[in-house]
Nanobody
Framework: QVQLVESGGDLVQAGGSLRLSCAASRSIFSFTAMGWYRQAPGKQRELVATIGSGGTANYADSVKGRFTISVDNAKNTVDLQMNNLKPEDTAVYYC?????????????WGQGTQVTVSS
């Protein structure tokens, strides 16, 4: 089991930047992937960015060129640097981690952090 705790959500003006951080309660070495999802009011949760254990990152088309995901194995954190924020980026952002224990897959989620972008 692992706990994921997000931080860094805030109210920011359009064009501004925020950095979200997700801290895991134990080593993230075993995770095959970590990432960030978001959910806006009335919408389904959607992928924002993921990063695999080999360091390969994937981004939603809507955030490519603006957001950057990174992992710090020493600190057991995964961060999301968000630049040039837009009002449509407003959502609750959730940290995500995936691992296998033997052949069984496990998914973990944080509680979420609110990002609000004003126009």
């Amino acid at each position: 089991q692992v706990q994921l705790v997000e931080s860094g959500g805030d109210l920011v003006q359009a064009g501004g930047s925020l950095r979200l951080s997700c801290a895991a309660s134990r080593s993230i070495f075993s995770f095959t992937a970590m990432g960030w999802y978001r959910q806006a009011p009335g919408k389904q949760r959607e992928l924002v960015a993921t990063i695999g254990s080999g360091g390969t990152a994937n981004y939603a088309d809507s955030v490519k060129g603006r957001f950057t995901i990174s992992v710090d194995n020493a600190k057991n954190t995964v961060d999301l640097q968000m630049n040039n924020l837009k009002p449509e980026d407003t959502a609750v952002y959730y940290c995500y981690a995936h691992e296998y224990r033997g052949l069984r897959p496990y998914d973990y989620w944080g509680q979420g952090t609110q990002v609000t972008v004003s126009s």
